[in-house]
């Protein structure tokens, strides 16, 4: 039997479902600056070189059984056109064709890559081998690398250069050779400075988007039971 949820629980979850949606959109916004000021200093970008020469495709596999307290991150739960990293599932969910990846590295789902799942990792985890884990062994390159990862170009080349028709794999073969701009070391700090300000403020909206997604499901719950 239902019963109709009290005013004050409705507008609870009113508040609740606005303030979630707000926070996912100033994630979003954030990301579009980082895009604008990316494309501003490409201007002045005359440097390039492979994907393989400035970040290495990460194979860290690991058992089930091994793991501990570890975030499990696999292709659905890494957001669909958004950079930054803001779900996982728990640890108990992780069974087979396991891969580690460390805060930082650039988790990108090669199964189907047209959906565009690439993110920045806030954390270290654990995904499967259907995810590509991209890791810079310099930090320094981390903010543009990811930005010209997270750019459609490169998803198409990915979703082009696949290797199959009905389930499509995107191959690190081709992938490797994907040209990366290179920037002047003053462009670098401008955009890093920008990067960790902006991935700080994502970090606190995700733990803000978690509590809010646990309060908005007992909410919602209420409102129909």
């Known amino acids: 039997m239902y019963h109709i949820a ?7 979850s009113f508040y609740v479902l606005y303030r979630f949606r707000s926070s996912i959109c ?12 990316y494309h501003t200093l490409l201007l002045h970008s005359n440097d390039k070189s ?9 194979k860290d596999s690991v058992k089930s059984e091994k793991l501990q ?17 803001n779900d996982f599932r728990p640890t108990t969910d992780a069974k087979s064709g396991l891969i580690r990846f460390n805060k930082h590295d650039i988790p990108f789902g090669s199964m189907r890559a047209y959906f565009h799942r690439l993110s920045i990792a806030p954390f270290a985890g654990v995904t499967r081998t259907t995810t590509f884990v991209i890791r810079p062994p310099n930090l320094k390159i981390l903010p543009e690398l990811s930005l010209v990862l997270f750019e459609d170009s490169f998803i198409n080349y990915a979703s082009a250069t696949s290797k199959g028709s009905i389930m499509p794999y995107a191959s690190w073969e081709a992938v490797k050779n994907y040209e990366i701009p290179l920037f002047s070391e003053a462009d670098y700090r401008k955009l890093k400075s920008l990067f960790t300000k902006t991935f700080e403020v994502v970090y606190l909206n995700n733990l803000e988007i978690s509590n809010l997604t646990n309060i908005r499901d007992v909410l919602l719950s209420k409102s129909i039971n």
């Open 50 to 58: 492979e994907l393989d020469n400035v970040a290495d495709l990460i």
């Open 69 to 85: 307290s570890e975030p499990y991150v696999p292709i659905d739960t890494i957001p669909m056109h958004t950079l930054f990293l």
């Open 26 to 37: 100033v994630n979003d916004n954030l990301v579009d600056v980082l895009q604008t000021v």
């Open 6 to 12: 009290p005013q004050y629980e409705k507008m609870n």
